[in-house]
């Protein structure tokens, strides 16, 4: 079965330091992969994503994600957090030859930052 | 442009009880999503709408039955409400003209059923 994997459910980090948020796929072929934010009480807010091309892919608020083919991991990155970050972040994943283009999502990490 | 929008924001119904969840979008695309969101478990697909004119059931579809009124519009209905549709319910919209369309999303509905 097709899955997606976020193997923490919650991160911590102090501000200003890198942050990671890991993800990882089970998914036949080359799939589309997205990271997705959501802060209390909102919808999902699109990051970025990666289709084909450069493992690695920068995003909106200075978010970058790394793909990694022999691992199926899309790692979400940010090289100095910020207290406003604090969020709910979902990888989500697309599979090839999906019709009606749904999407898998993990079941999120919560990220903390403390200032 | 408001994008996704999502009516209600909060609604409490009895067991039993029947109601339709409304969701728009104003930016000309074809596909519309309805998910629900439980803690720990992330977003799984309940039903989908590739293109005006179709819907298809997603991962959970049972208790629920969707209609695609028009370009614009994809409502969800509850006819029996149970406690385990407690939850809170997003829309998300995409173009659908492309195989790595960015999903957008409403701003979700949370929904306790007692």
């Known amino acids: 079965a097709q899955s997606v994997a976020q193997p923490e459910d919650q991160v911590n980090v102090a501000e200003g330091n890198p942050l990671t948020v890991k993800c990882t796929y089970s998914v036949s072929g080359n799939p589309y992969l997205f990271w997705y934010v959501q802060y209390p009480n909102r919808g999902l807010k699109f990051l970025l994503k990666?289709?084909?091309?450069?493992?690695l892919v920068k995003g909106s608020y200075g978010f970058e994600a790394e793909f990694n083919k022999s691992q199926t991991s899309f790692h979400l990155k940010k090289p100095s957090a910020l207290v406003s970050d604090s969020a709910l972040y979902f990888c989500a994943v697309r599979p090839p030859y999906n019709q009606g283009g749904k999407l898998i999502f993990g079941q999120g990490t919560e990220l903390s930052v403390k200032p | 442009n408001a994008g996704v929008t999502q009516t209600p924001k909060f609604q409490v119904l009895k067991t039993g009880q029947s109601m339709t969840l409304q969701c728009a979008q104003d930016?000309?695309?074809?596909?519309m999503y309805w998910y629900r969101q439980d803690p720990g478990m992330g977003l799984r697909l309940i039903y989908y709408s590739a293109s005006e004119g179709t819907t298809d059931k997603g991962e959970v579809p049972n208790g629920y039955n969707v209609s695609r009124l028009n370009k614009r519009e994809f409502s969800l209905r509850l006819e029996s409400a149970a406690p385990s549709q407690t939850s809170v319910y997003f829309c998300a919209s995409t173009s659908g003209t492309g195989d790595a369309d960015t999903q957008y999303f409403g701003p979700g509905t949370r929904l306790t059923v007692l």
């Open positions: 990666y289709i084909t091309g450069d493992n």
């Open positions: 930016m000309n695309h074809n596909s």
